[in-house]
């Protein structure tokens, strides 16, 4: 059997030894979308090892040199897989040519939550770090009279999914793309985890039997988190109450986004039902 190379194996990790290694898997979106929950989530898996810290290294650090990106991944054993997540990537134009010329064969995870509610769910916390922000409303649009929505505001802009997505197919194949709903992920855990396994090619080791629902935070949480035998739930900063955002602007945002959320869903092959 495999007895000595078990052994060997567990020596070499209590040894600290093992190898860093480039990520052969990256969650690269999208911000407010579920990715903490997700990488949180994975880690309880026994062969995913992930950065805790978002590297940016393919939107802020890219001239440090992939040695020094390297350098921040966790060591792994043969058949253990590195991941980070950093969610701006998906929104970075420069990031898909950069990924790939890394390695061609990089697994791709995008978090997607309806745009409207993300899109608040940005407002909110950028609200919380500065409270004295213009209202939601105001900033949604460009002229309120004429209702022209103003796409340059970044809460807008990044959840136009189809049109970022456009320029990551010019560098991946689409399977190559995960993409996991954030809706989903608080509903059903396991299940979106068992697809995100697959994806990854690990054992689907991670079932019902890992999460609790907590009624407080509205969210699914760990009954053992990674390395821990205590239960774990996501960061006071997770799980915001949104402001109240006036209803007909909501509307109007919903009706700026619909054929945009359409052309995802063609080319995602996926309905997210957002609308």
């Known amino acids: 059997g495999g007895g000595a190379a078990g052994t060997a194996g567990t020596l070499a990790l209590l040894l600290g030894e093992g190898s860093k290694r480039l990520p052969q898997a990256i969650i690269i979106g999208v911000k407010k979308g579920g990715t903490r929950a997700l990488l949180e989530f994975l880690r309880v898996h026994p062969d995913v090892r992930a950065v805790g810290a978002e590297p940016h290294f393919f939107d802020r650090n890219y001239e440090r040199g992939l040695a020094w990106y390297r350098d921040l991944m966790p060591r792994t054993l043969e058949g253990q897989i590195t991941m980070e997540k950093t969610p701006s990537y998906f929104v970075t134009k420069e990031a898909p040519a950069r990924i790939s010329s890394m390695s061609k064969g990089t697994k791709l995870i995008v978090v997607v ?119 774990h739930c996501l960061g006071k900063t997770k799980g915001r109450t949104h402001p109240d955002i006036d209803q007909e602007v909501v509307q109007r945002l919903r009706d700026f986004y619909r054929p945009f959320n359409m052309k995802f869903y063609q080319m995602t092959g996926q309905d997210f039902g957002w609308d």
Do not use: M
């Not at 608080?186 to 690990?202: N, T």
């Not at 009624?215 to 239960?231: I, N, W, Y």
């Open 113 to 231: 939550r309806d745009p409207v509610t993300r899109a608040i769910s940005d407002y909110t916390q950028t609200l919380s770090k500065k409270p004295d922000i213009p209202t939601f409303e105001s900033l949604t649009f460009k002229n309120r009279t004429t209702g022209l929505i103003d796409t340059s505001w970044s809460a807008i802009q990044i959840g136009i999914y189809a049109k970022h997505l456009e320029n990551w197919l010019l560098h991946f194949p689409i399977g190559q793309i995960l993409f996991v709903s954030g809706e989903r992920l608080i509903s059903d855990p396991a299940g979106e985890l068992g697809r995100v396994q697959d994806f990854l090619g690990l054992k689907r080791i991670i079932t019902d039997k890992h999460f609790y629902f907590n009624k407080t935070k509205g969210f699914p949480c760990l009954k053992k988190a990674e390395g821990s035998s205590k239960p």
